[in-house]
């Protein structure tokens, strides 16, 4: 077992900000400083004049049941101010080709690396995530984390970070181009928000209702699943005001506990 790392002291000063996610959260495949949360943290920076500390940890294609068991681990240990969670695209994709091969009785293939570049969706990425989206449907292809085990998860980590004297901001499932995946993601972001909504010691934000309103051509690289330069920007649009009110509201209160 690998022993946790000390985390080096910060500044009093110094506000930190941690995102837990999968490779979304960096940015990927993106160059850096084009995803959204070092967009949003950045303009944040500018428009408060406050230094902040962001550290980004990445777990690639992680669902959320998975990243519970590495909260303590990846986050606790770090203690920041604020987490962003970004956990919610392998949630829910639809397993199709591994349901289709159980069907057929075939074994599973050696997985090779996937690459994604910056190219844009084609007609031909299109056609194919429709084909391979009907065919779920006719075989009756689930998500690969059911509804309630991602909402579960997702519930498990907030009380956590909250107990921990931590605030959440929590993104939703993102828009996606196989029709039957992102119909899920749109049940999954309604869920999430519905489970915190009224609550003041978490945010959640729906990450897949701005983006939404754009085709998916220009919010979706070409396998359908990561999110182009645009998208990155409305989500980081989405995101700065609630770093805003968030690092606000934090300094008030310290500034409270200092006055008493």
């Known amino acids: 077992m690998n022993t946790p790392s000390v985390q080096p002291e910060r500044s009093p000063a110094t506000l930190s900000i941690l995102g837990f996610g999968a490779c979304l959260v960096t940015g990927y495949p993106l160059p850096e400083g084009c995803g959204f949360l070092q967009m949003a943290v950045e ?60 069907v057929l009785g075939q074994q599973r293939p050696t997985r090779q690396p996937v690459l994604v570049s910056e190219k844009p969706l084609s007609f031909r990425n299109r056609t194919d995530s429709f084909v391979r989206a009907c065919a779920g449907l006719a075989i009756g292809a689930n998500p690969f984390s059911s509804r309630s085990e991602y909402r579960q998860s997702i519930a498990s980590m907030v009380e956590t970070l909250v107990a921990a004297g931590i605030y959440p901001i929590v993104f939703t499932p993102f828009v996606l181009d196989n029709f039957l995946s992102d119909a899920w993601a749109r049940c999954y972001s309604r869920d999430i928000v519905d489970d915190f909504q009224g609550r003041d010691d978490v945010c959640v934000i729906n990450g897949w209702e701005p983006l939404s309103h754009y085709p998916r051509r220009k919010t979706l690289l070409h396998d359908g699943i990561h999110l182009s330069r645009l998208a990155h920007q409305v989500i980081a649009e989405r995101l700065k005001p609630e770093l805003v009110g968030c690092i606000r509201r934090l300094s008030s209160r310290e500034q409270r506990a200092t006055n008493a």
């Not at 428009?47 to 986050?75: F, G, Q």
């Open 43 to 102: 303009g944040t920076r500018l428009e408060l004049d406050t230094e902040i500390d962001l550290e980004v940890v990445s777990i690639t294609a992680c669902t959320a049941p998975k990243a519970m068991t590495r909260l303590a681990e990846d986050v606790l240990l770090r203690r920041p101010d604020i987490v962003v969670l970004q956990f919610g695209q392998s949630d829910v994709k639809v397993a199709i080709r591994r349901l289709w091969r159980e």
